[in-house]
């Protein structure tokens, strides 16, 4: 009797948690800021990440994963040729915090979080380039509009000097719309 009672309790509970389905919290959604297509324009310094250069492209966001996820795609083109990556952006309610992978095309890749406070978001991160680690940090400023805004990187090898690496201004040439994939 007691086996029964406890399988019927088990199938209950599976219909329960079936029927009901996870949602993405309101977190995730302040990340729709950065949707849609984007066009750039920067330039980098001189620097263990690469040579100086300048450089323009393009990139598109969206929430991907039933809205759980924000997908960030780049390509760009300079004088050293052109580069492409990807960043998946997603909240943990654990820790309350936005974590951040993102890959390129050229073998390096970073992990780390954002911080985000009204139309500033500040990314911290370690990276990993040409099988040299560093620290990154990177602040967004966006203008009132909201349609465009200001990316300027940092990094580090040891945590307390911090040099220049680039600076980007971004462009929002149309929205995406929000179709979860």
């Known amino acids: 009797m007691k086996l029964l009672i406890g399988l019927i309790e088990v199938a209950c509970l599976s219909i329960l ?3 009901q ?9 302040k990340m729709a800021i950065y949707a849609g297509q984007w066009s750039y324009e920067g330039e980098s310094e001189l620097g263990p990440t690469g040579t100086a250069d300048r450089f ?4 598109i966001g969206k929430l991907i994963l039933n809205g759980f996820y924000f997908e960030w795609r780049w390509k760009d083109r300079g004088a050293t040729g052109t580069q492409e ?10 820790h309350k915090s936005y974590s ?3 890959f ?3 073998g390096s890749s970073c992990t780390g979080s954002y911080r985000i406070e009204a ?10 380039r040409g099988g040299k680690q560093y620290l990154s940090r990177v602040a967004e400023v966006f203008a009132p509009d909201m349609m465009s805004f200001v990316q300027k ?21 149309r929205p995406v719309p929000q179709k979860q994939e």
């Not at 323009?56 to 990139?59: D, E, F, H, K, L």
């Open 119 to 128: 139309t500033t978001f500040a990314y911290s991160g370690k990276c990993v």
């Open 17 to 19: 948690c079936m029927a």
């Open 85 to 94: 990556g990807f960043e998946i952006i997603g909240y943990d309610p654990v």
């Open 56 to 59: 323009s492209g393009y990139a």
């Open 21 to 29: 389905p996870s949602r993405p919290g309101p977190q995730i959604a």
């Open 104 to 106: 390129v095309d050229d």
């Open 153 to 173: 990187e940092e990094i580090s090898n040891d945590g307390k000097t911090w040099k220049p690496s680039y600076e980007s201004k971004y462009k929002k040439l």
């Open 100 to 102: 951040s992978n993102w």
